[in-house]
């Protein structure tokens, strides 16, 4: 069975400071991969979206990055978080286009002090 | 644009009452519409999708076209079904790709 893996659950960082975030899928090849943000009264934002290897689409301008290195592992990155990069990072994958079902993550809850 | 609204933020019923959980969308094409659920301590996870017409957990979603709306209904609330609720809208990106949009959610508390 599929399953999705994301770390650290938990993150305090200072403002300035770089930030990884990674997510993995085992159990499925060549899935879609996502990057969402869920704030309160805001519902979940669309980061990143991406098809393959190397293939990322920005859904956004932010401070934020992704890569994906490898098909099944997906990383959000920033090389200076700001205070509005807090929240709650949840990684999502689905099969073949995004009309199919998205499963998420654990999700990570980042504070940035 | 896609958009999805989901005007309540906090929607309390009392146990055995009927709920409505309201979604609007904006799409010029043909959309596919979803209900996702988180409770508490558990990850978000699929309720829902319009295109299977089928009841989970005795809830109902029909599509109406005319009025863009994607209501999830259940005729009698549980203690339960109190969680956040998420419409959701898939449709064509410009990059020729399907994207799929949220809205803000709902709070269901449904009142022992």
């Known amino acids: 069975s599929q399953t999705i893996h994301q770390w650290p659950a938990t993150l305090v960082q200072p403002v300035g400071s770089p930030l990884s975030l990674e997510c993995t899928v085992e159990?499925?090849?060549?899935?879609?991969l996502y990057w969402y943000r869920q704030a309160a009264g805001r519902g979940l934002q669309l980061l990143f979206y991406?098809?393959?290897?190397?293939?990322i689409s920005s859904e956004v301008p932010q401070n934020l990055s992704a890569s994906r290195p490898q098909d099944r592992q997906f990383i959000l990155s920033s090389k200076k978080l700001l205070l509005s990069d807090s929240g709650f990072y949840l990684c999502?994958?689905?099969?073949?286009?995004?009309?199919?079902?998205?499963?998420f993550g654990p999700g990570t809850r980042l504070t940035v002090l | 644009a896609q958009r999805v609204t989901q005007p309540e933020k906090l929607l309390s019923v009392f146990k055995g009452a009927p709920v409505e959980l309201k979604c609007n969308y904006s799409?010029?094409?043909?959309?596919?519409l979803f209900w996702y659920v988180q409770y508490s301590r558990q990850r978000l996870q699929l309720l829902l999708r319009?295109?299977s017409r089928e009841s989970i957990k005795g809830f109902t979603a029909d599509l109406n076209k005319g009025e863009t709306s994607f209501h999830l209904k259940k005729p009698f609330a549980q203690e339960e079904d109190s969680a956040m609720y998420y419409c959701?809208?898939?449709?064509?990106?410009?990059?020729?790709?399907?994207?799929?949009?949220f809205g803000i959610g709902t709070k269901l508390q449904v009142i022992p």
């Open positions: 959701a809208l898939s449709g064509q990106h410009s990059g020729g790709y399907q994207k799929v949009t």
């Open positions: 319009h295109i």
């Open positions: 799409y010029s094409g043909s959309p596919e």
């Open positions: 159990g499925t090849s060549n899935p879609n």
């Open positions: 991406s098809v393959g290897i190397g293939q």
């Open positions: 999502a994958w689905s099969l073949g286009s995004s009309t199919d079902t998205q499963y």
